[in-house]
């Protein structure tokens, strides 16, 4: 098993910045993909980005590309979500999650975070 336990939502004005981490513990080993999605009120989770620890490589949603940076400390096994420029439809819970491929992209992910609230305010 791996726990993940996502940091950092908070409410932030439109333009801001936030800086999310996500921490993996147990089977770590099993990490291979890390990612963030979101979850905005009223709809489906959707994919935001992605990053493979060992390899490297980087996968960004339309949405977010240009704003947002995914990047990971293997030494903390943390992965973080910086996020720029954020805009009011950046509001939602953005979950954590985990995977042993190391395909990038919103499938196959095995272990998830409980979330972490961003509101962005006008």
């Known amino acids: 098993q791996v726990q993940l336990v996502e940091s950092g939502g908070k409410l932030v004005q439109a333009g801001g910045s936030l800086r999310l981490s996500c921490a993996a513990s147990?089977?770590?080993?099993?990490?291979?993909?890390m990612g963030w999605f979101r979850q905005a009120p009223g709809k489906e989770r959707e994919f935001v980005a992605d990053?493979?620890?060992?390899?490297?490589?980087?996968n960004y949603a339309d949405s977010v590309k240009g704003r947002f940076t995914i990047f990971v400390d293997n030494r903390k096994n943390t992965v973080y979500l910086q996020m720029n420029s954020l805009k009011l439809e950046d509001t939602a819970v953005y979950y954590c999650?985990?995977?042993?491929?190391?395909?990038?992209?919103?499938?196959?992910?095995?272990?998830w975070g409980r979330g972490t609230q961003v509101t962005v305010s006008s």
């Open positions: 999650a985990s995977k042993k491929s190391y395909a990038l992209g919103p499938t196959n992910y095995d272990f």
């Open positions: 147990g089977r770590t080993g099993d990490v291979s993909t």
């Open positions: 990053t493979n620890r060992w390899v490297g490589g980087t």
